[in-house]
């Protein structure tokens, strides 16, 4: 059989806060890449045609709801990095509280 044992709980604060960073910068990438193509994404009539305008309608009403989902997207990915951020901060406070408990 095997023992286990238990070595404690580790946490690297200075990885945490990278990877807050990262997905910040991945949130800026993602944001500054759909602002960039904005101008492609913007379909104008091939036709006066009732079919070239419903296609349009259609095709442009997809581009506004993919713009909506990377907004969204963006907005999830900078409240995910602002609360890792966050949470590392208290688990900071509280690791140091509890050293100073045991402060002789």
């Known amino acids: 059989m095997a023992i286990n ?13 990278a990877a807050a960073a990262q997905l910040d910068a991945l949130a800026d990438r ?29 095709l442009n009403a997809v581009v506004a709801s993919f713009q909506q989902s990377a907004g969204g997207g963006v907005d999830e990915l900078r409240k995910l990095a602002a609360t890792l951020r966050t949470q590392t901060d208290n688990f900071a406070q509280a690791e140091g509280q509890s050293a100073h408990g045991f402060a002789v």
Do not use: I, M, W, Y
């Open 5 to 17: 044992e238990f070595t404690g709980v580790r946490f690297d604060s200075a990885s945490a806060l």
């Open 30 to 58: 993602l944001a500054a890449g759909v602002q960039a193509e904005q101008p492609k994404l913007t379909l104008v009539a091939a036709g006066s045609d009732e079919v070239s305008q419903r296609a349009t309608q259609t």
